[in-house]
C-alpha cells in the first residue's frame, strides 16, 4: 500500500520525527513521492518540550508539502499522533501557535481544489519502518551546540522548574534519617517549620520563630 501511494505523483509521504538532546531539539521530516525521497527539512532549537518540537515537525511537513506542485493528497507518517490530534483541539492551551500556522497552511491548501486530501499515520518507533526508522536514527545522531543565548518557552520553564522540585526533593529525601516515617516538613515565609502541637481544645499551630 505505502509503494502504491508513494508512486503516485499526486500523492506525497512526509514523515517526521524529533528529538531532544542537551535541551536542543531536532524536528526533520522527509518528503517522498514517486517511490523517491524529494525533500528533506531539519531545524534545530533550544529549550522547548518534546511536544512542542514533534508539532513543529508536523508543521514543516505539511508546509513543505502543501506548497509543492500538483500534490493533491498528504500523509503524515509520526510517531506522535497525541501531537498531531492537537491540531484540531479547539480548547484554549499553549501550543496554539503552531496550530494556527499549521491550520492557515491547511486551509489554504484545501482550497485549491476540493478534491485536496490529507491522513496522520501512526507509526511507533518500534515497528521499524524502513522509512521511518531512517528519519528517527537521523534526529538521535545530531549532537548540535548551543552558541547563541535563546528564549526558553514557557512549558519549558515549567518542566525545569517540575524537575528541580523533584530533584532537591530526592536530595533532601536522601539526607534525611526520617525516611520512611511518613514525614513532610512544612515551611512559613520566613522558613521556619511549622508545627502541629496538640491542645486540650483542638489543634494549633506554631508558626515558628518570629
Known amino acids: 500500500m505505502v509503494i502504491e501511494l508513494?508512486?503516485?505523483?499526486?500523492?506525497?509521504?512526509?514523515?517526521?520525527?524529533?528529538?531532544?538532546?542537551?535541551?536542543i531539539?531536532?524536528?526533520?521530516?522527509?518528503?517522498?513521492?514517486?517511490?523517491r525521497p524529494i525533500a528533506k527539512t531539519v531545524h534545530h532549537t533550544v529549550h522547548v518540550i518534546s511536544?512542542?518540537?514533534?508539532?513543529?515537525?508536523?508543521?514543516?511537513?505539511?508546509?513543505?508539502?502543501s506548497n509543492h506542485n500538483n500534490i493533491s493528497k498528504i500523509i503524515i507518517a509520526t510517531d506522535s499522533i497525541?501531537?498531531?490530534?492537537?491540531?484540531?483541539?479547539p480548547s484554549s492551551h499553549s501550543f496554539q501557535a503552531h496550530l494556527v500556522a499549521i491550520l492557515a497552511e491547511l486551509c489554504s491548501f484545501f482550497l485549491q481544489h476540493q478534491n485536496n486530501s490529507i491522513e496522520?499515520?501512526?507509526?511507533?518507533?518500534?515497528?521499524?519502518?524502513?522509512?521511518?526508522?531512517?528519519?528517527?536514527k537521523e534526529t538521535k545522531a545530531f549532537n548540535p551546540i548551543l552558541l547563541f543565548l535563546s528564549k526558553t518557552s514557557w512549558d519549558f520553564s515549567k518542566k525545569?522548574?517540575?524537575?528541580?522540585?523533584?530533584?532537591?526533593?530526592?536530595?533532601?529525601?536522601?539526607?534525611?534519617d526520617l525516611k520512611g516515617k511518613q514525614f513532610l516538613d512544612l515551611l512559613n515565609d520566613d522558613n521556619n517549620i511549622i508545627v502541629?502541637?496538640?491542645?486540650?481544645?483542638g489543634c494549633?499551630?506554631?508558626?515558628g520563630e518570629e
Open 120 to 136: 496522520f499515520w501512526e507509526c511507533p518507533s518500534h515497528l521499524n519502518w524502513s522509512l521511518h526508522k531512517a528519519v528517527n
Open 160 to 176: 525545569r522548574e517540575s524537575d528541580d522540585i523533584l530533584n532537591a526533593w530526592k536530595m533532601t529525601f536522601q539526607a534525611l
Open 82 to 89: 497525541y501531537e498531531a490530534k492537537r491540531i484540531f483541539d
Open 196 to 201: 502541629l502541637q496538640l491542645t486540650p481544645s
Open 25 to 35: 531539539a531536532t524536528s526533520i521530516s522527509y518528503m517522498h513521492t514517486h517511490n
Open 6 to 23: 508513494s508512486s503516485s505523483p499526486s500523492t506525497a509521504i512526509v514523515v517526521t520525527d524529533a528529538s531532544i538532546k542537551n535541551d
Open 51 to 65: 511536544t512542542e518540537a514533534k508539532l513543529f515537525a508536523i508543521r514543516c511537513s505539511i508546509n513543505q508539502a
Open 204 to 207: 494549633s499551630m506554631d508558626m
